[in-house]
Every structure is written in C-alpha cells, then in structure tokens.
C-alpha cells in the first residue's frame, strides 16, 4: 500500500485530460489575442511552423497580440493525445481561416502540438500545420 504522504505518478488519463485543457485554452487564447494566456502555455523556446514561414514564441505572441496575426475562425477536431513519458504529442484537424501579413491561411489543416513536461508543468514547444489537399 502506497504511503499517505508519497505522490503517485500522473496517469495517463490525467495528463491527458490536462494537455486537451490546454490545447482548449491555446485556440480560445489564439483567437481572442490573449497573449498572456499564450505565453502561459508556450515554453519560451517554443517553434511554430506553418505554410507561410516559422516564428519563435516572441515572434508569434507579439504577432498575435499586435493584430498582424487574425484568427476569423478556428474549428478545432478529431483530436488525439500520445503520451511518451515526459513528452506528448497532440494531434487535430483545424478548420480555419487566418490573416498573416496580409495573407490569408484558410483551408484544412493537420496539426501537431509537442509538449514537454517541464519544472513548470506540461508546456507546449512546438507546433507544425500543414493544409490537407484533396486530389
């Protein structure tokens, strides 16, 4: 029997449950402009990859905060949750369109979210997108 005062290991489903909280938390964070909420959940060497170009965390949050980066609509689905000991791989389906330096990103995309769980908790470190073509 597991002493009283001994934590036990997060399981599976708890850690789970947390990162679908978080990546909940980035769409709403991303569409509103909540640039705190983002530099919350983002680890600050965090990389995001996307069709146009990369950003590092500064660039993205202050692009997001800054109004050069608009999100008209996100739909978010078909999300799953791989957990591989102290990283965890998220991975969806984003329905969406989006302003970028004048350009617009619309369409299907698959997306990655990689988390490492860190002295501060499960932060996000990196996200790639990439659109879905139909032949």
């Known amino acids: 029997m597991a002493d009283a005062g001994s934590e036990k290991p997060e399981s599976n489903i708890q ?9 909940d938390e980035w769409v709403r ?11 919350r959940i983002m680890a600050d060497d965090c990389v995001f990859t996307h069709p146009l170009e990369g950003d ?4 993205f949050v202050s692009d997001v905060e800054t109004g050069a980066l608009q999100v008209e609509y996100m739909n978010r689905d078909r999300v799953d949750v791989r957990i591989y000991g102290s990283t965890a791989v998220l991975s969806c389906r ?6 970028y330096g004048g350009r617009e990103i619309s369409g299907i995309y698959r997306t990655l979210h990689v ?16 659109p879905v073509t139909h032949p």
């Open 94 to 99: 984003d329905d969406c369109k989006w302003l």
């Open 15 to 23: 850690v789970e449950q947390e990162l679908r909280q978080k990546n």
């Open 29 to 39: 964070a991303l569409v509103s402009r909540d640039g705190e909420t983002l530099n």
């Open 56 to 59: 590092d965390k500064a660039q």
């Open 115 to 130: 988390y490492a769980k860190r002295e501060q908790g499960w932060q996000l470190v990196a996200v790639q997108s990439c």
